[in-house]
């Protein structure tokens, strides 16, 4: 099965540097296969059979806190999980000059619709859904800085999300329809 591991908070200013070709062996070591690292920021595309993505995320945080000596929260999902989160993005959504769009990848404990009501939501400046797995978030550039959505950043929540620019997040998506196929 195709998986995606998403770290949170790695090679981001500086801090927890993980070079990528190691990573990838860190991966092949503890059992992953056709392991694919997208950009620098912890895009992990692999396949395995066996283990639950509660049991991946917990081998692969292992796995980097031993070859790493850092304690990186694991996201994992499923080819289904990020193509159910793809198809919920509007085709014209796109993270560009003029807007900025995410997905913010929730922790498992968390992921419920209900989350939303912890975020500060200014209809007329902000789109935002729920789709399990993850909030998406679009706003004119040029309203980036009204946005209710900017207040996430120190919060609990933004402790318990990984994101990714929905231009990422569709690149991810077509690296593992590749190795779905």
């Known amino acids: 099965m195709v998986h995606i591991a998403l770290l ?10 993980i070079d990528m070709k190691l990573l990838k062996q860190t991966f092949e ?4 296969n056709n392991v694919l ?6 895009n992990i595309i692999f396949s ?11 081998i692969l945080e292992e796995a980097i806190q031993v070859d790493f000596g850092l304690q990186i929260k694991v996201v994992i999902r499923s080819f289904d999980d990020i193509k159910r989160i793809i198809d919920a993005i509007p085709d ?13 990848f929730l922790w498992d404990e968390i992921d419920d619709e ?5 975020l500060v939501i200014k209809p007329n400046i902000d789109t935002v859904k729920y789709v399990p797995g993850a909030i998406l978030w679009s706003v004119d550039k040029k309203n980036v800085t009204k946005s209710g959505m900017t207040k996430i950043i120190g919060s609990k929540l933004y402790k318990q999300v990984t ?5 990422t997040s569709r690149k991810i998506y077509e690296l593992m329809q590749a190795q779905n196929s």
């Open 163 to 167: 994101v990714r620019n929905v231009n």
């Open 29 to 32: 070591q503890v059992g992953m």
């Open 8 to 17: 949170r908070g790695i090679n981001v200013g500086g801090k927890n540097k």
């Open 48 to 58: 395995c059979e066996g283990p639950s993505k509660t049991e991946l995320s917990r």
């Open 92 to 104: 014209t959504w796109k993270n560009d000059k003029d807007m900025k769009s995410d997905v913010m």
């Open 114 to 118: 209900s989350v939303l009501l912890d």
């Open 37 to 42: 690292t997208y950009i620098n920021t912890g």
